[in-house]
Nanobody, 127 residues
Framework: QVNLVQSGGGPVQAGGSLRLSCAVS????????MAWWRQVLGKEREGVAL?????DSRYVDSVRGRATISKDNAGVYLEMSNVRPDDSATYYC???????????????????????WGQGTLVTVFS
């Protein structure tokens, strides 16, 4: 019964910042981990950031130090500074309901460990 609705995204100047939102409707307490994924045409889906109920987070190397994943009672968010053209992608939020730990393994499965997904939002970084 959980639904994820994304907002944010769009064009952003290289070196600037962005903020993506993922609003959760339904029983958020049923969610264990949430994550942000991104995908570009012709490439496999990439796990970007993971957050667990206790607040611990994990990041892919390419965004570590630039990105922050956070959550509150309404949803999950991704903020990124110093964006680069390589950050251009369609971004998706995703939720898992089965047991989940603070492990990079949850960002290395192509997204198969997550059950509910947002609709996606396009981020285009231009120089």
């Amino acid at each position: 019964q959980v639904n994820l609705v994304q907002s944010g995204g769009g064009p952003v100047q290289a070196g600037g910042s962005l903020r993506l939102s993922c609003a959760v409707s339904g029983d958020m307490s049923a969610i264990t981990c949430m994550a942000w994924w991104r995908q570009v045409l012709g490439k496999e889906r990439e796990g970007v950031a993971l957050i667990v109920p206790a607040g611990d987070s994990r990041y892919v190397d390419s965004v570590r130090g630039r990105a922050t994943i956070s959550k509150d009672n309404a949803g999950v968010y991704l903020e990124m500074s110093n964006v680069r053209p390589d950050d251009s992608a369609t971004y998706y939020c995703a939720a898992r309901f089965r047991p989940c730990g603070s492990s990079m393994a949850y960002l290395q499965s192509g997204g198969s460990l997550f059950e509910v997904w947002g609709q996606g939002t396009l981020v285009t970084v231009f120089s």
